[in-house]
């Protein structure tokens, strides 16, 4: 697997875009979908599922303890009181990282991941050479595929996403945010980092 060599070109990306609009067109000539449909369908993960929902929990529990506990406790209540949940995220489990513990998140099986906090997941999470080795390897695999190189003193733990239990990574905090508002922070948390592929941005 090369995270390099998963990045469309723009020649391919311009070739997915009009296989995609040839497809929908099908579609709605046909009858099986509307282009208010449509339109919906790119509304819901623009605006109301995606990354951006993740960050903006990562953010709250990174101000606010309580709900901190609550997360780690039971994630799906915990969305569910910023009005984040539905399909694919009726039994998530937050999991954070300390300075002596990354993880990793990995669906062996398939593809399970937490679409209401992380929105689609990527296509090299869906790849079986990163299902696999992230497994076998996962230390190897975070600094050659992704650069993010994780020090021998921190121990790594991959878990196994599947249709009964969806996990993601409340990463740390970054240093020299005190006193940054929820708003400021939320900007910092990447999708990667809540899959433990990645850190946050750094201020």
Same mark, same amino acid.
């Given at each position: 697997? #090369?995270?390099?060599? %998963?990045?469309?070109?723009?020649?391919?990306?311009?070739?997915?875009?009009?296989?995609?609009?040839?497809?929908?067109?099908? @579609?709605?000539?046909?009858?099986?979908?509307?282009?208010?449909?449509?339109?919906? $369908?790119?509304?819901?993960?623009?605006?109301? +599922? &995606?990354?951006?929902?993740? /960050?903006?929990?990562?953010?709250?529990?990174?101000?606010?303890?309580?709900?901190? /506990?609550?997360?780690?406790?039971?994630?799906?209540?915990? *969305?569910?009181? $910023? =009005?984040?949940? &539905? $399909?694919?995220?009726?039994?998530?489990?937050?999991?954070?990282?300390?300075?002596?513990?990354?993880?990793?998140?990995?669906?062996?099986?398939?593809? *399970?991941?937490?679409?209401?906090?992380?929105?689609?997941?990527?296509?090299?999470?869906?790849?079986?050479?990163?299902?696999? #080795?992230?497994?076998?390897?996962?230390?190897?695999? $975070?600094?050659?595929?992704? &650069?993010?190189? +994780?020090?021998?003193? +921190?121990?790594?733990?991959?878990?196994? %996403?599947? %249709?009964?239990?969806?996990?993601?990574?409340?990463?740390?905090?970054?240093?020299?945010?005190?006193?940054? %508002?929820?708003?400021?922070?939320?900007?910092?948390?990447?999708?990667? #980092? @809540?899959? =433990? +592929?990645?850190?946050?941005?750094?201020?």
């Amino acid at each position: 697997m #090369s995270t390099a060599e %998963s990045v469309p070109t723009t020649d391919h990306q311009a070739q997915i875009a009009a296989r995609v609009k040839a497809v929908e067109s099908i @579609m709605i000539e046909k009858g099986l979908m509307t282009s208010a449909a449509v339109d919906r $369908l790119a509304e819901i993960y623009e605006n109301e +599922v &995606g990354p951006q929902l993740g /960050a903006r929990v990562v953010a709250k529990a990174w101000t606010d303890p309580d709900f901190k /506990a609550r997360l780690l406790e039971n994630a799906s209540t915990a *969305c569910a009181e $910023l =009005g984040i949940g &539905g $399909l694919q995220g009726e039994d998530m489990v937050a999991v954070e990282d300390t300075d002596d513990l990354h993880h990793v998140i990995v669906c062996t099986l398939c593809s *399970c991941y937490p679409w209401p906090v992380l929105g689609l997941p990527p296509n090299w999470y869906k790849e079986p050479a990163y299902r696999a #080795s992230m497994v076998r390897a996962p230390r190897r695999v $975070l600094r050659e595929e992704f &650069g993010y190189d +994780v020090p021998e003193s +921190v121990e790594i733990r991959v878990w196994d %996403s599947s %249709s009964e239990l969806r996990y993601w990574v409340l990463p740390q905090r970054p240093a020299g945010t005190d006193g940054w %508002s929820a708003e400021q922070l939320e900007a910092l948390v990447t999708r990667d #980092s @809540m899959i =433990g +592929v990645g850190r946050p941005k750094q201020p």
